[in-house]
């Protein structure tokens, strides 16, 4: 069992794996208010995490005692994640009557029923959902699988990094976690709204959509910032890590609007429409009432209010620290720019508390 669903009371922290950066954030929680303990965003060496696969175990954990050291975090316990696309779920029904122990030991025995990798190679976890509605005297029960070696990577890098990985979750999850922290910003009927998330990250963009209080439909696509810092480099002959600071800080010449980014916000829609359009044509929605923009990407000027005028549907941008405290040591504006990026990092943070 690889701690998915495991119930801590240790404060962890959340770390963010992703394919350009680590993403580090410590919370605590007084009276139902969090604040923001420590935080910080490290960039990781090229390719060293290709697909949301650790492919540079030694350039990750570097990294991560780098981000450490400088975000000055309190705990060495830590939640990370793993991608939708690497874990199998599955919601099955069993005995009322069964104990914890003996849904382990019948799941372990059966669930070559419902993983296709030898289970020598995968990390199982389970969690107990509620009472069937086709009867009482059974249990759904959920069940999330991943190859170990996905899992162990994640745990070599943090270790390396000075870490102990005490949860391993699913982005997905942690994303909708998050989530809750941005739904009153939605109004009072958020419950009842069908909302999209978008993740845009430097390589990958992840749709996740909420209805009813849980995830129906996730899809990822190869698309993300990193288009944008590439086109920079180019055109303007820097090195790849100078386009991505004149990307983040400004500066370049003034036909950059025009020439490099308004194209790219055009593709951004186009990729936003198209996942979209997947989610209608698979599911029974036709609509969506919300637009939530996540990931680095989020926070292009301008973007969200495009999105929300070619599509007709409010768009706002993640931010999960609009009701949060901060600590002293925390950089308020950096926080505030990062935020979009932040969403995973915070929803694994928030296993702390659960």
Do not use: W
Request: aromatic share 6%; proline share 3%; hydrophobic share 45%.
């Amino acid at each position: 069992m690889f701690g998915l669903f495991t119930k801590k009371s240790d404060i962890l922290l959340g770390l963010d794996i992703s394919s350009t950066s680590v993403k580090l954030l410590e919370l605590s929680k007084t009276n139902g208010r969090y604040r923001v303990e420590a935080y910080g965003v490290e960039p990781l060496p090229p390719n060293a995490v290709v697909e949301k696969n650790i492919s540079d175990v030694e350039g990750v954990g570097e990294a991560i005692k780098r981000l450490t050291g400088r975000a000055k975090a309190s705990s060495k316990l830590a939640a990370v994640a793993v991608a939708g696309s690497a874990v199998i779920t599955k919601t099955i029904e069993m005995d009322a009557a069964l104990s914890d122990d003996e849904l382990e030991n019948q799941i372990t025995v059966e669930a070559d029923q419902y993983i296709p990798y030898p289970l020598d190679e995968v990390a199982i976890d389970f969690e107990v959902q509620g009472v069937s509605p086709r009867s009482a005297e059974q249990v759904e029960v959920l069940l999330a699988a991943c190859r170990k070696e996905n899992v162990e990577l994640r745990e070599a890098a943090l270790d390396l990094g000075g870490l102990k990985a005490r949860v391993v979750d699913i982005e997905a999850h942690a994303m909708k976690r998050a989530f809750e922290l941005i739904k009153r910003q939605l109004g009072e009927n958020a419950d009842d709204l069908v909302v999209a998330i978008i993740d845009i990250g430097a390589t990958m963009t992840t749709l996740s959509v909420l209805a009813e209080d849980r995830s129906i439909y996730t899809r990822e696509q190869l698309f993300g910032g990193k288009q944008l810092t590439e086109e920079i480099q180019r055109r303007y002959s820097l090195s790849f890590e100078e386009a991505g600071l004149a990307k983040k800080q400004g500066g370049l010449p003034d036909d950059y609007e025009q020439e490099v980014l308004q194209p790219f916000k055009e593709a951004v829609l186009q990729q936003v429409t198209r996942s979209l359009q997947f989610f209608f044509s698979s599911s029974q929605y036709d609509d969506v009432d919300y637009i939530v923009l996540a990931g680095g990407t989020a926070s292009i000027e301008g973007l969200a209010g495009m999105i929300e005028n070619k599509l007709g549907t409010p768009t706002v941008i993640a931010n999960p620290f609009v009701d949060m405290s901060l600590a002293s040591k925390v950089d308020a504006d950096a926080l505030a720019n990062d935020a979009p990026a932040m969403m995973i990092a915070c929803g694994l943070a928030m296993r702390s508390f659960d």
